[in-house]
């Protein structure tokens, strides 16, 4: 039985990971890169939620542009990695998690106070705060992060950098499942709880609206649940067995190899579908702003025309 623990998880990361990376850069990336251009060349004046939503698609792009080497990594068994590029890619990828729920949060806090101030006249929704906004929040992420570089590093210098490993596997598991659990709070736990006191806030809001004026304002609490709910059901997952497989591999609880190898297999199972939000993200960017959708329609009829006469 004790021969599992070698065969379980290099299958998983060699026929599950590598695809769905693949897969994921495939699909994702054209998407992001879509709505990046998109916001640079085609949308003339921006407001405070488009700061969220570009700030959230680059970074869900330079994301998206590691999975490949991940992806061929997996596919061959190649565990050296370069020591810059895997805490480069370590960095990034921790980094697009957090920063993600965090922008998505403070998008859903935009639309909040847009419906309650119409006429933008509340400071959070001027161009300006958001651009505060926005560097705050890259700055909180890196300060909640910048202890993970330290344990990756650290982890390098004891295998004489020549392994690469995942958050769950770094040795010391007891400081870093701590730190995990910290992070796990802070990084995912509140922004969630964030969008979710957001769109129950608008709840009550427009119902109030709805009796006075009679008419529906659904669309964008049905938007800001929905995307509360992807997090909720994509990251969940991710965080309860990254926790779980850093406890397992407590000195203390002395379990048998297979039962270490099916917890690292769960948690294998969990990383694809919570990167999946840098793939499903785009759907959002259309949905929460008309400018946006209206400007690319607007550019592409213009490319159409240009093709038609030179045609």
């Given at each position: 039985m004790e021969n599992c623990s070698s065969v379980l998880s290099p299958l998983l990361e060699k026929y599950y990971l590598s695809p769905m990376y693949g897969l994921e850069f495939t699909i994702g990336?054209?998407?992001?890169?879509?709505?990046?251009?998109?916001?640079?060349?085609?949308?003339?004046?921006?407001?405070?939620?488009?700061?969220?939503?570009?700030?959230?698609?680059?970074?869900?792009?330079?994301?998206?542009?590691?999975?490949?080497?991940l992806s061929y990594n997996y596919a061959y068994n190649q565990k050296k990695f370069n020591s810059s590029l895997c805490v480069g890619n370590r960095y990034i990828l921790n980094v697009n998690l957090y920063s993600s729920i965090l922008f998505m949060m403070w998008v859903s806090v935009d639309r909040f106070?847009?419906?309650?101030?119409?006429?933008?006249?509340?400071?959070l929704l001027t161009l300006k705060a958001a651009?505060?906004?926005?560097?705050?929040?890259?700055?909180?992420?890196?300060?909640?992060?910048a202890p993970l570089i330290v344990f990756i590093i650290q982890d390098l210098e004891q295998n004489n950098w020549t392994a690469c490993r995942d958050f769950a596997s770094l040795?010391?598991?007891?400081?870093?499942?701590?730190?995990s659990i910290i992070l796990t709070i802070t990084g995912y736990?509140?922004?969630?709880?964030?969008?979710?006191?957001?769109?129950?806030?608008?709840?009550?809001?427009?119902?109030?609206?709805?009796?006075?004026?009679?008419?529906?304002?659904?669309?964008?609490?049905?938007?800001v649940r929905s995307a509360a709910?992807?997090?909720l059901l994509l990251y969940t997952p991710f965080h309860v067995m990254r926790n779980v497989r850093l406890a397992s591999r407590l000195p203390e609880l002395n379990l048998s190899g297979c039962v270490l190898d099916y917890i690292n297999g769960a948690f294998i199972v969990t990383r694809p579908i919570a990167f999946a939000q840098s793939v499903i993200n785009p759907v959002f960017y259309f949905l929460m702003t008309d400018s946006f959708k209206e400007a690319l329609q607007d550019k592409w009829r213009q490319i159409k025309r240009m093709i038609m006469r030179s045609s």
């Open positions: 990336f054209i998407g992001n890169l879509v709505v990046v251009l998109g916001y640079i060349f085609c949308l003339p004046a921006w407001k405070s939620t488009n700061v969220y939503l570009f700030n959230l698609s680059v970074s869900d792009l330079v994301f998206l542009c590691t999975l490949p080497e106070l847009l419906i309650c101030h119409p006429q933008r006249e509340h400071i651009i505060i906004i926005t560097i705050l929040n890259w700055i909180w992420v890196t300060v909640q992060i040795r010391n598991p007891h400081v870093t499942l701590i730190y736990v509140i922004p969630l709880i964030g969008l979710f006191l957001a769109s129950q806030k608008m709840v009550s809001f427009l119902i109030k609206r709805q009796e006075v004026l009679g008419t529906s304002f659904q669309r964008p609490v049905r938007i709910i992807m997090f």
